[in-house]
């Protein structure tokens, strides 16, 4: 008989949601085995963000540098789908849960995954400097394998918008500063910036670093897994997102599509044409 079958009745459904994360019980919540009332008001939400995710509690330098990430990240405007869908849910009467969840849910790999996808990039070459592969060359295979077989843009590098994404600088000039405290090591940093200059070569034009890469290197100095960083990436831009719903839910518009009424979209179909006339022979 295998353990699942000799257990039965309570046993068996207090297991059927095992967690590591909280306990909870009448009068009782811990997080990670800490009581909730002793983290509330010396626990700063990124810290909490990392207690949750990580099972430990953050050095203040290690929380501070996650909330630099996450706070560079939390809107870009209505030109932005997820914030462009909130609004339009918003004018439609839903609650704000709603229209956030509808935001939220196109937060896929086209729009909100780069950061997953430079950080997973990023970690290939740490591995192939781990294997002593000089960061150069490390670097230089990546991207030659990836013009190759991959397709798309190098993650974490250029903006549709702007011509040098005014965050990367910041990021990285606070994550070189956070490196010298000896609180990371840079060696992410590292990375993306030979990455940028490797690409600037092959193009023959510098192709900057955007929020995308910048923050990739934040969560790689910080030891958060590729997947991760697209969950935290959604925390982020969720701020925006409730701003953005909560102030078009105090206008008046209604039923607010994408683009002004008078400005329709193109129509590529066949020219009118009059409905097929009855021959009289039925059917």
Not at 192 to 214: F, Q, S, Y
């Amino acid at each position: 008989m295998s353990g699942v079958e000799r257990k039965t009745g309570r046993e068996r459904g207090e297991e059927w949601w095992r967690t590591d994360i909280i306990e909870m019980s009448p009068g009782v919540i811990r997080l990670r085995g800490y009581e909730i009332q002793d983290l509330i008001g010396r626990v700063s939400f990124p810290a909490m963000i990392w207690l949750m995710l990580r099972g430990e509690l953050p050095s203040e330098d290690q929380a501070a540098l996650l909330g630099i990430a996450l706070g560079a990240a939390v809107d870009h405007g209505p030109q932005a789908p997820s914030i462009a869908i909130a609004r339009m849910a918003a004018t439609c009467g839903v609650g704000i849960n709603s229209a956030m969840a509808s935001a939220i849910n196109v937060l896929g790999d086209v729009h909100g995954g780069a950061g997953e996808q430079a950080l997973s990039f990023y970690g290939d070459v740490a591995v192939a400097l781990e294997g002593g592969i000089a960061l150069n060359e490390a670097v230089s295979t990546r991207l030659d394998r990836f013009f190759a077989e991959e397709e798309g843009y190098v993650p974490g590098l250029g903006h549709r918008f702007h011509p040098v994404d005014p965050r990367a600088p910041r990021l990285l000039g606070l994550v070189r500063d956070f490196a010298a405290r000896g609180v990371i090591n840079g060696r992410f940093a590292d990375i993306a910036e030979a990455v940028e200059a490797d690409v600037g070569r092959r193009k023959g034009k510098k192709i900057p670093l955007n929020i995308d890469g910048a923050t990739a290197v934040i969560y790689g100095e910080l030891g958060f897994p590729p997947p991760l960083t697209r969950g935290l990436f959604v925390l982020a831009r969720s701020v925006g997102i409730l701003a953005h719903a909560w102030e078009q839910s105090q206008q008046a518009e209604r039923n607010k599509g994408p683009l002004p009424r008078e400005w329709l979209w193109a129509y590529g179909g066949p020219p009118a044409r009059p409905f097929p006339e009855d021959d009289g022979k039925g059917g």
